[in-house]
């Protein structure tokens, strides 16, 4: 089980090795790339969609600076940072709550649930209540708590850009659900919800100095912006519900693990194990990594590298194979 001769195993050692437990080394080629999918964010949208969805948020970038140059009679920039995709269920955890700070001002449509939010960290918050009194300090003060006046300010600044937003959004009428939320998650959702965070930042024309802030939305209300229908409201089919929840099925995260092999050893063995011991799998080296999800079998594989990071490339399925 142990190689005595060298702790630095030869090629020429390996196929020593293999050939001893009856089994051909594979050509050596290089690893194949491949493309990296993220099954941890939303995937609804297509590419065309996309490409509309960010249209929609540079109008809006240039938008915002507009308001934000008319509120503090100066000459603003805004660009956009990123825009993300993610289900809610990343944003419940124990450990995001613990560390939110965020002053968030929560908004609707009229006589609707909350569906967004507009979120500004702690330090921006403070640096554009500062701004907004024309405080050329501003941003050098970052320990003071926000007067009743510096709040009063900020919730008249981000309901402009409520504003803003809604006009952009074929006339959506968004409107402020009462003040800024602090210290906890200002959106009633599912896990499975899916969420659009537009990230942007903002600076003084001419300073270095940049501050940033985020906008916070249910997917489903970008319909109208990337030209997906919109669900109407009313009695749903059993065909539809069926389909609803089967969309939400499909994009519940599970874990899927890569095995090489298993194998067993007393316990002597376990405990004598040192650096450069050799295990040896029942497994030969020219059959497939097993793709478990559940403790079961699903698919076949083979290892790649994918952006420098260990991958599987899945060759065929395990459904309806006899176990």
């Known amino acids: 089980m142990r190689d005595n001769a060298t702790h630095n195993l030869s090629k020429k050692r390996i196929r020593q090795l293999l050939a001893s437990i009856g089994s051909k080394p594979m050509e050596e080629t290089d690893a194949e790339e491949t493309a990296e999918y993220n099954w941890h964010e939303p995937q609804s949208l297509t590419g065309p969609q996309l490409d509309m969805l960010d249209g929609f948020v540079h109008k809006l970038a240039t938008a915002l600076a507009d308001k934000f140059s008319s509120f503090c009679r100066s000459k ?24 939110r700070r965020d002053f968030c001002l929560p908004f609707a449509r ?47 600044l981000i309901s402009s850009f409520l504003e803003v937003f809604s006009t952009l959004h074929a006339g959506a009428d968004f409107r402020p659900e009462g003040d800024f939320v602090k210290d906890q998650w200002p959106l009633k959702v599912h896990e499975t919800d899916e969420l659009c965070r537009i990230s942007f930042d903002v600076n003084k024309a001419g300073s270095e100095e940049t501050s940033h802030a985020y906008l916070m939305i249910l997917c489903e209300e970008l319909n109208s912006v ?39 050893l ?13 295990l040896l799998l029942d497994k030969t080296v020219d059959q497939p990594v097993d793709l478990i999800v559940g403790n079961r079998i699903v698919y076949y594989g083979w290892p790649v590298k994918s952006s420098g990071k260990y991958a599987v490339s899945i060759t065929s399925s395990a459904f309806g194979e006899t176990s």
């Open 76 to 99: 603003f920039n805004a660009t956009i940072a990123s825009t993300t995709f993610h289900f809610a269920s990343e944003f419940l955890k124990p450990a995001a709550e613990s560390q």
């Open 110 to 156: 009229a006589h609707e649930r909350v569906c967004g939010f507009i979120g500004l960290p702690e330090q921006t918050a403070i640096v554009w209540a500062r701004q907004l009194l024309g405080d050329s300090e501003s941003g050098k003060d970052s320990d003071v708590t926000l007067s009743q006046l510096e709040e009063s300010l900020l919730w008249d």
């Open 226 to 264: 990337v030209g997906k229908a919109a669900q109407t409201s009313g009695m749903f089919s059993p065909e539809e519900i069926s389909k609803a929840n089967l969309n939400h099925l499909q994009v519940l995260p599970i874990t899927i693990a890569a095995q090489l092999d298993l194998t067993e």
């Open 266 to 278: 007393t316990f002597r063995e376990i405990a004598n194990l040192q650096v450069n011991d050799i």
